[in-house]
C-alpha cells in the first residue's frame, strides 16, 4: 500500500509576544479646563520589541507499516533561506526513486511544479497564476506533451475568502463548480455542481466554542447524508479526526503529534474496515526570523 506523500506546506509556529499596554488619553475638553501652570502628561509610544520566531520546515516524511517496517520516504529539499521548497523526490525503502517534483518561483511565489518519474521522464506539469492580492487564481496540468490536461480556477471574495473552485477539462471546458459561503470568515456550506448548473452534492462545516473546525457533514444531491467527518482540538492543535459512515460508524481514525515547537511528529491513519494502520514520520529543520513587534 502506498501513501502519497503531499506537500504539507509549512507548519509554522509564531512565539507568542507580549502586547502593549493601552494607554487612554484626556479628551479635549478635559484638556482645555487645565491651566498653563499645571503640568501636562506626555504619553511615550513604548518601544518596539524584537522577537524570535521559529518555523518548522519539513525535510523529510517517512511512511511505515503497520509493523513498523518503512513503506516508502520522501526528502523535501529547500533553498538557503528555507523559505521556497525547490524539490521532493519519493524513495521505496531500499532507496530506489519512486518520483521527483521540482518546484519553479518568481518573487517568491510558486508558479510552476515538473513531475517525474524514477527514469528522470517528465510525467507532468503544473502552472501557477495569482490575483493581486497573491492568492492562487489558476491552476494549469499539463502532459509530457505540453497538453492541457486539466484546469482549475478560484474565485474569491472582496475579503479574500475562496467562493468558488472550478474544475475544467483538457479543452478548458467547465465540468464542475464548488461554491462557499461564509460568516464571520468561516465557511458554512459548500455546494457542488456539474456543467449543466445540476447540484451533484453539498457540505455543512460546524465549529466548536473556539473557532476550530468540529465536524463536515457531506451529502449527495438529493440531500441525503453520505458521511462524516469530526475533528477534535487540543490547545489549538488537530489532534484526532474520524470519518464516520451516514449511520455513525467510524470508518478511519486519523491522529497526529506535535513536536516542541508544534511541529507535526506523528500521523497514524487506521482504516477501520480494511483493517489497516499506516504511520507517517516528519523530521523538520528549524528556520528562526527576527520580527520587530510594535
Do not use: H
Not at 507499516?65 to 518503512?70: E, L, N, P, Q, T
Not at 518568481?106 to 490575483?131: F, P, W
Not at 481514525?253 to 482504516?271: H, Q, S
Amino acid at each position: 500500500m502506498k501513501y502519497r506523500i503531499a506537500l504539507a506546506g509549512f507548519c509554522g509556529l509564531i512565539l507568542s509576544c507580549a502586547t502593549n499596554q493601552a494607554v487612554t488619553t484626556d479628551t479635549k475638553e478635559a484638556v482645555q479646563e487645565k491651566t498653563q501652570s499645571e503640568p501636562v502628561a506626555v504619553v511615550q509610544k513604548a518601544d518596539p520589541k524584537t522577537v524570535e520566531v521559529k518555523i518548522p520546515v519539513e525535510t523529510k516524511a517517512t511512511v511505515k507499516f503497520a509493523d513498523g517496517s518503512v513503506d516508502e520516504y520522501t526528502v523535501s529539499v529547500w533553498d538557503n533561506s528555507y523559505k521556497n521548497l525547490q524539490a521532493q523526490t519519493r524513495y521505496t525503502a531500499s532507496g530506489a526513486v519512486l518520483e521527483k517534483t521540482e518546484f519553479v518561483y518568481e518573487n517568491n511565489r510558486l508558479v510552476g511544479k515538473t513531475i517525474q518519474d524514477r527514469e528522470d521522464k517528465v510525467v507532468s506539469r503544473r502552472s501557477y497564476a495569482y490575483n493581486p492580492a497573491g492568492l492562487i487564481s489558476a491552476e494549469v496540468v499539463y502532459d509530457v506533451n505540453g497538453k492541457q490536461v486539466s484546469g482549475y480556477e478560484y474565485m474569491y471574495d472582496a475579503q479574500n475568502n475562496k467562493v468558488a473552485w472550478i474544475v475544467k477539462d483538457a479543452n478548458n471546458s467547465k465540468v464542475a463548480e464548488t461554491r462557499y459561503n461564509y460568516k464571520d470568515g468561516k465557511v458554512q456550506s459548500a455546494e457542488l455542481f456539474d456543467a449543466t448548473g445540476k447540484k451533484n452534492g453539498s457540505s455543512v462545516y460546524d465549529y466548536d466554542a473556539e473557532g476550530n473546525l468540529a465536524s463536515v457533514s457531506y451529502y449527495n444531491g438529493l440531500g441525503s447524508l453520505l458521511r462524516k467527518e469530526f475533528s477534535y482540538w487540543d490547545k489549538g492543535l488537530l489532534v484526532k479526526e474520524e470519518r464516520t459512515s451516514a449511520g455513525g460508524q467510524v470508518l478511519q481514525r486519523t491522529t497526529y503529534e506535535y513536536g516542541p515547537n508544534k511541529e507535526l511528529v506523528r500521523k497514524v491513519v487506521e482504516d477501520l474496515q480494511g483493517k489497516s494502520k499506516q504511520t507517517i514520520e516528519f523530521e523538520y529543520a528549524i528556520r528562526t526570523e527576527t520580527r520587530i513587534v510594535e
